[in-house]
């Protein structure tokens, strides 16, 4: 390991993403005090109706903040423009100078399957960097790693071209109230943008603390699907019979460009995880 407590670092496309995606383990890793930075690439600037794309890069950054200290973690919005996002030379050095300044155990990341193409642009940003991370003349004014950090993908349910073959498995149960919170601080997506996209808006309430309801319940229904999708996964983690009575997981494919952990080290950056194999 190259630090005693391991550090993790999540590389989203958007303000929200690394939340939504892998807010539990992000909790988990603050529970037990160690360090978390959370990245948003873009920044943000596309995601609204009404908003102006210039107070968006204001808000977002400033919301994204919020979320991070929720955990206590530090939040970074980049000025990569939303949207456009291309998996650029530019990109790749600064996520090779952040892997390198900050030093994670840890990288967690989008699929190049996602959906979102400035998800599928992170994700080929992160695998590109992934080995050159370790080399002294890219990037050369800031020092190279002696070794890869662990580099996984965080959890969608996209099966074309390749669906997601996970290792690892997390119930995040526990954790659910601590992303929903963290969600909430993304105020001009989760109870405006996205609920204008699914049609919603109507149904956000005006009421703090119900809003606050109402987003748990959208939460839930959008992760739920997790467990269904990946009850090969679980039940190979959990056993057959201990896996029907989880009902929130997120779950982690390690990436084949990084360094491959055995399964001690996965222990060490997946605490209360369950593993397939």
């Known amino acids: 390991m190259i630090n005693p407590e391991p550090r993790l670092l999540i590389l989203g496309a958007h303000p929200d993403d690394a939340e939504f995606h892998a807010g539990g383990l992000a909790a ?16 943000g600037a596309a995601g609204h109706h009404v908003r102006s794309p210039e107070e968006l890069i204001t808000l977002r950054k400033q919301e994204a903040a919020n979320a991070g200290n929720v955990i206590g973690a530090t939040y970074e919005t980049w000025e990569f423009p939303d949207a456009s996002l291309q998996p ?39 695998q590109d960097a992934s080995y050159l991370v370790t080399v002294p003349h890219v990037v050369p004014e800031v020092p190279a790693l002696r070794k890869d950090p662990v580099v996984a993908y965080m959890p969608d349910l996209f099966t074309r071209p390749a669906p997601m073959q996970p290792q690892v498995v997390l119930d995040i149960t526990q954790h659910v109230d ?29 009421n703090e603390e119900d809003k606050i309801i109402w987003l748990k319940g959208w939460l839930l229904q959008h992760i739920r699907p997790r467990t269904k999708h990946f009850q090969t996964e679980m039940n190979a983690a959990f056993g057959t019979d201990a896996a029907s009575s989880v009902e929130l997981i997120e779950a982690f494919e390690v990436s084949e460009y990084a360094q491959q952990p055995d399964r001690r080290l996965l222990e060490q950056l997946f605490p209360g995880a369950r593993f397939v194999s």
């Not at 900050?102 to 190049?112: A, E, G, K």
């Not at 601590?178 to 005006?206: D, K």
């Open 88 to 126: 650029t030379l530019e990109v790749r050095h600064r996520i090779i100078r952040e892997i390198r300044e900050f030093q994670p155990d840890l990288v967690l990341t989008h699929r190049t399957s996602d959906y979102h193409p400035d998800h599928r642009a992170v994700g080929q940003c992160v």
């Open 28 to 43: 988990a890793y603050r529970a037990l005090n160690r360090e978390v930075k959370l990245i948003s690439v873009t920044d």
């Open 178 to 206: 601590t992303i929903v919170n963290m969600l909430a601080c993304h105020r001009s997506q989760v109870f405006e943008w996205l609920a204008y996209e699914g049609g919603l808006l109507e149904a956000v309430p005006a």
